[in-house]
């Protein structure tokens, strides 16, 4: 047997709500539910990739860049 909670939402928030249904006798349970499943990272990221980005937004940061024109040219793609 499913429990029924009732909540209090913003106006403005239920109007976001009523806007993502897929079909207009979808209930507020489903979009909810979708929403809460979006949310959820069933793949996260490793520790390697999260130090690979950390890395790379260091090298950002310092100007440690080459334009997509430069690589292009350096293997002769253009």
Avoid at 22 to 37: K, Q, T
Wanted: aromatic content about 4%.
């Amino acid at each position: 047997m499913t429990a029924t909670t009732t909540i209090c939402i913003d106006p403005r928030v239920k109007d976001k709500l009523t806007s993502l249904k897929r079909y207009s006798r979808e209930s507020y349970s489903s979009v909810v539910e979708r929403l809460a499943n979006l949310a959820i990272d069933e793949d996260p990221l490793s520790d390697e990739a999260i130090h690979g980005i950390e890395e790379a937004l260091l090298d950002i940061k310092h100007g440690r860049i080459h334009s997509e024109e430069d690589i292009m040219k350096e293997f002769g793609l253009k």
